[in-house]
């Protein structure tokens, strides 16, 4: 029985150092240690044996169960400690390797170009106004020259909330606003803003859109003040060499009205798709604002004058950016609007 014990351990004891993980030495310790393990059957076969050899023996085979058992909890933390070591080197960060790019969002490109244009006009001493989206019939229209049933008011059919109230069609209401404001003073405002319209959505119109407004009251101000100060805007916003060209047009709240047109940024006023081969494309309106506007307001239209002029943002935008379709600023695909993003490491 000792050789067969000695046999036993030597077997065991081999079997534990060969395993090479957890689950192999699980294995082990369940075959050779478990309750139905050889080891167990040596203790119960000692009934067997003479009585004055049972302690003998029962002290023996306890002895090799210990050992056998330490040789396992030996090997068990080696296995430990390796498994945790190779999930170590599994799950390692280098932190030598360069970080991967990050996507940082951007202005709308709307955004971007209002904000240019705010910045130019600031910096020539305007002053940025905000007037409300919902607005009164009288300030929409009647303070701008356009009594209930003028036929221009066609032009800018909207969406009434109610007889008196409705959504802006233009900027322009703010000029009336901020003319009753500064009750007879001198001023430079631009006044950047939504307007609605009952316009079918199509390449080049929506039915809300952006509108930057500019107004300038004071004494002796002239229609060149008026045309150089949207030259500078011209060359600022499409280059230096831009020239402008101011047509005859009619808006009710200016007297005379204009549209102006750029020369051509892409072909120079030769003529292409852009210009429709004219070698103009049209900017914005304008003109000097209608007596009858001033004295609406409270300012003597004896003494002082002023100019304004309104833009659409979109179409600017459209023509900087070479964008085809006015829908791509209002229907979010990142797609088009990523092509305006930075990315920064
Ligand atoms: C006006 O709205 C006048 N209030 C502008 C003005 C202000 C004239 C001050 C004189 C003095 P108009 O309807 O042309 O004018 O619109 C101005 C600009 O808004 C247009 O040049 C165009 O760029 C833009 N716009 C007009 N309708 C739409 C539309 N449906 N979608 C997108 N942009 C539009």
Same mark, same amino acid.
């Given at each position: ?54 302690? +003998?023996? %029962? =002290? ?12 396992? /909890?030996?090997?068990? &933390? !080696? ?102 404001? +500064?009750? %007879? =003073? ?12 009952? /316009?079918?959505?199509? &390449? !080049? ?104 002029? %309104? ?13 085809? /379709? ?20």
């Amino acid at each position: 029985m000792i050789e067969q014990l000695t046999q036993l351990k030597e077997e065991v004891i081999e079997k534990i150092t060969a395993t090479e993980n957890i689950k192999q030495l699980n294995e082990v310790r369940v075959a050779y240690l478990g309750k139905k393990g050889p080891i167990t059957d040596l203790l119960k076969g000692m009934g067997k044996l003479p009585v004055e050899e049972r302690p +003998k023996m %029962g =002290a023996l085979v306890n002895e090799v169960r210990a050992e056998v058992q330490h040789i396992h /909890d030996v090997r068990k &933390a !080696t296995l430990e400690e390796q498994a945790i070591q190779e999930q170590l080197e599994k799950e390692a960060i280098d932190v030598t390797l360069p970080g991967r790019p990050v996507k940082v969002a951007n202005a709308h490109p709307l955004t971007r170009v209002i904000e240019e244009i705010e910045d130019l006009f600031i910096s020539m001493g305007y002053e940025v106004a905000e007037g409300p989206e919902v607005e009164k019939d009288y300030y929409n229209f009647e303070a701008l020259n356009l009594p209930k049933g003028h036929p221009a008011r066609d032009m800018q059919d909207t969406f009434y909330i109610s007889e008196e109230i409705l959504m802006r069609t233009h900027t322009s209401p703010v000029q009336a606003r901020t003319m009753e404001k +500064k009750q %007879g =003073a001198s001023f430079k405002i631009i006044c950047p803003g939504k307007v609605f319209r009952r /316009d079918n959505d199509d &390449a !080049t119109h929506s039915h809300q859109f952006t509108q930057i407004e500019g107004l300038v009251v004071g004494e002796n101000i002239r229609m060149s003040d008026l045309k150089g100060t949207l030259d500078i805007f011209a060359k600022k916003m499409f280059g230096e060499d831009r020239e402008i060209r101011l047509r005859p047009s009619f808006f009710p709240f200016t007297e005379p009205s204009v549209e102006m047109d750029i020369s051509c940024f892409k072909c120079g006023g030769e003529g292409c798709n852009v210009c429709k081969h004219t070698g103009w494309i049209e900017i914005l309106g304008a003109g000097m604002v209608h007596p009858n506007v001033l004295s609406m307001a409270g300012y003597d239209p004896k003494k002082v004058s002023g100019f304004a002029f %309104g833009m659409g943002p979109e179409r600017i935008a459209m023509l900087k950016y070479g964008v085809d /379709d006015i829908r791509h600023f209002y229907t979010n695909d990142v797609r088009f609007l990523s092509q305006f993003h930075r990315t920064e490491e």
